[in-house]
């Protein structure tokens, strides 16, 4: 019994950190702003201090950190949904130009080359046909159970026509890609198939 009560309350315990961590980089929202959080959420943040924006502190996460990754950080970190970025907006945003160039140059199956060069899309980040559904994420039991899950969808999906994913040790971000998680389940998963 009492070990049930020790879980609810190390839940609760996470959730107002998120909130503080939160709270502390956009700063105390307003009223109209929390008009759709929780009354939990809404009275935690009300009853502490007031808090500035510190959103510079974002420029601080990497050395790499460019004026347009902070801004299109800033535009999808805001309480209020309603003055979020959209999707669409977000997907067009400056940030993302370079990696939708390199994706529409080697990787897409709406683009094509011709023999005098490659021919384009019209639309680089056409909407999608229909909502995204988080349904599947209700049989998730575990992380590494969504790991799998993710491991065997790419690699079922490197069969057939699509081109595979190439990965660029010149980049930037290959050194960081090869200490993370991602990069060793997928070295697991691979040992676990043998």
Same mark, same amino acid.
């Given at each position: ?7 609810? @309350?190390?839940? #609760?315990?996470? =959730? ?7 709270? $502390? !980089? ?19 943040? !009300? =009853? *502490?201090?007031? +808090?500035?924006? /510190?959103? /510079? ?6 050395? *790499? ?9 800033? @535009? #999808?970190?805001?309480? $209020? ?5 959209? *999707? ?8 993302? $130009?370079?990696?939708?160039? @390199? ?13 005098? *060069?490659?021919?384009?899309? @019209? $639309? %680089? ?14 049989? !998730? ?5 969504? +790991?799998?899950?993710?491991? =065997? %969808? ?25 200490? /993370? ?5 997928? +070295?697991?998963?691979? +040992?676990?198939?043998?």
């Amino acid at each position: 019994m009492c070990i049930g009560t020790q879980v609810i @309350r190390i839940g #609760m315990e996470m =959730r107002t950190r998120a909130l503080d961590l939160i709270t $502390d !980089l956009l700063g105390t929202p307003s009223l109209s702003a929390m008009a759709s959080a929780c009354e939990g959420a809404r009275a935690h943040i !009300l =009853r *502490g201090p007031h +808090k500035p924006p /510190s959103l /510079s502190v974002l420029y601080m996460l990497s050395e *790499g950190a460019t004026h347009e990754a902070v801004h299109l950080l800033c @535009r #999808m970190l805001v309480f $209020d949904p309603a003055k979020r970025i959209s *999707g669409s907006d977000a997907l067009s945003h400056p940030y993302l $130009d370079e990696g939708r160039l @390199r994706y529409h140059t080697c990787m897409c199956q709406c683009c094509y080359s011709v023999p005098s *060069g490659r021919v384009y899309t @019209r $639309d %680089f980040e056409p909407p999608a046909e229909r909502p995204f559904s988080h349904s599947y994420e209700q049989s !998730l039991l575990s992380v590494w159970q969504g +790991k799998e899950l993710i491991h =065997r %969808f790419i690699t079922e999906h490197q069969q057939g026509k699509r081109v595979p994913l190439c990965i660029n040790p010149q980049s930037a971000a290959f050194k960081t890609f090869i200490r /993370s998680t991602a990069w060793h389940s997928s +070295k697991v998963s691979r +040992k676990e198939e043998r």
